[in-house]
């Protein structure tokens, strides 16, 4: 009980780090609906879904792909908030207190994951503003929620060995971008069929495809049981490789705090014996 106190402690004050840091609301919330209003009110009508283009089904077949987008830009200010307790000492401050180990890294985890939901939420009411209206069953609503959840774990487990490793503030975010990549050459803002032959059978193939796409299919009522078998089993590859590599670096971080922690006493020890 007391390290689930620890954990809600820890999750409020990361929260409140993030919702108090224009720098973070500006990149993770307000940037992605500025995009989700460039792209549907300026290119969307140039797009064409289907067999015509307008702006309406533009939206319609974009704000998945934006919600997801999100949550990934999200995820690069959960690896900057590692990396500064890191380097600020934080991380070795906490460690030095009596708070089991998965607890730290858990409430940035469970931090981030409920603030890429509120910013997704937030860029999902910008939608409905602008138009959009999805045929969601309560049945694909809780697979999406599902979804959204795994999706959010998954990068931010991703981000986790990136924060530790970073040597500093600026790089630990950089891996972001080459998610932002993969959702933007898959089927998240544009459909497949119009690009160039070996992008198109990369954006066919590649993570992003299947889970946007599962998305999309959500948001219209439907589960279809294919493209949620593909789009689970990229998730739990994703979440857990990523633990693994989660798991190594806080085990390398911790013992790298250790060792400052004994070189900082043992010099302490060799003044007081030099008085």
Same mark, same amino acid.
């Given at each position: 009980?007391?390290?689930?106190?620890?954990?809600?402690?820890?999750?409020?004050?990361?929260?409140?780090?993030?919702?108090?840091?224009?720098?973070?609301?500006?990149t993770v919330i307000v940037m992605p609906a500025f995009l989700?209003?460039?792209?549907?009110?300026?290119?969307?009508?140039?797009?064409?879904?289907?067999?015509?283009?307008?702006?309406?089904?533009?939206?319609?077949?974009?704000?998945?792909?934006?919600?997801?987008?999100?949550?990934?830009?999200?995820?690069?200010?959960?690896?900057?908030?590692?990396?500064?307790?890191?380097?600020s000492g934080m991380l070795d401050r906490l460690h030095s207190?009596?708070?089991?180990?998965?607890?730290?890294?858990?409430?940035? $985890? /469970?931090? !981030?994951? &409920?603030? @890429? *939901?509120?910013?997704? =939420?937030?860029?999902?009411?910008?939608?409905? %503003? +602008?138009?959009?209206?999805?045929?969601? $069953? /309560?049945? !694909?609503? &809780?697979? @999406? *929620?599902?979804?959204? =959840?795994?999706?959010?774990?998954?990068?931010? %487990? +991703?981000?986790?060995?990136?924060?530790?490793?970073?040597?500093?503030?600026?790089?630990?975010?950089?891996?972001?971008?080459?998610?932002?990549?993969?959702?933007?050459?898959?089927?998240?803002?544009?459909?497949?069929?119009?690009?160039?032959?070996?992008?198109?059978?990369?954006?066919?193939?590649?993570?992003?495809?299947?889970?946007?796409?599962?998305?999309?299919?959500?948001?219209?009522?439907?589960?279809?049981?294919?493209?949620?078998?593909?789009?689970?089993?990229?998730?739990?590859?994703?979440?857990?490789?990523?633990?693994?590599?989660?798991?190594?670096?806080?085990?390398?971080?911790?013992?790298?705090?250790?060792?400052?922690?004994?070189?900082?006493?043992?010099?302490?020890?060799?003044?007081?014996?030099?008085?």
């Amino acid at each position: 009980m007391k390290s689930f106190k620890q954990l809600i402690v820890l999750t409020k004050r990361i929260l409140h780090q993030n919702f108090t840091d224009a720098d973070t609301i500006t990149t993770v919330i307000v940037m992605p609906a500025f995009l989700l209003l460039f792209f549907v009110y300026v290119l969307g009508g140039n797009v064409t879904i289907g067999n015509h283009g307008s702006i309406q089904a533009y939206l319609n077949y974009a704000l998945p792909g934006f919600l997801l987008l999100t949550m990934t830009m999200g995820a690069a200010y959960t690896s900057m908030r590692i990396n500064n307790d890191k380097l600020s000492g934080m991380l070795d401050r906490l460690h030095s207190l009596p708070i089991k180990r998965w607890v730290i890294l858990g409430a940035h $985890t /469970l931090a !981030s994951i &409920l603030f @890429m *939901l509120i910013a997704e =939420i937030v860029v999902f009411i910008v939608g409905l %503003l +602008m138009g959009y209206r999805p045929d969601l $069953t /309560l049945g !694909s609503a &809780l697979v @999406m *929620l599902l979804l959204s =959840i795994a999706f959010a774990l998954g990068i931010t %487990l +991703m981000a986790i060995p990136f924060s530790l490793k970073a040597k500093g503030y600026a790089g630990a975010g950089a891996f972001s971008y080459v998610l932002m990549m993969l959702l933007m050459v898959s089927s998240a803002l544009m459909p497949v069929k119009g690009m160039a032959k070996p992008i198109r059978i990369f954006a066919e193939n590649q993570p992003m495809t299947p889970i946007v796409n599962l998305a999309r299919d959500l948001f219209a009522g439907n589960i279809v049981i294919a493209s949620l078998l593909q789009a689970s089993i990229w998730l739990f590859i994703l979440i857990f490789v990523f633990a693994i590599f989660a798991y190594n670096a806080n085990c390398n971080s911790k013992l790298a705090s250790a060792d400052k922690a004994h070189r900082r006493k043992g010099s302490w020890e060799f003044q007081v014996d030099q008085d």
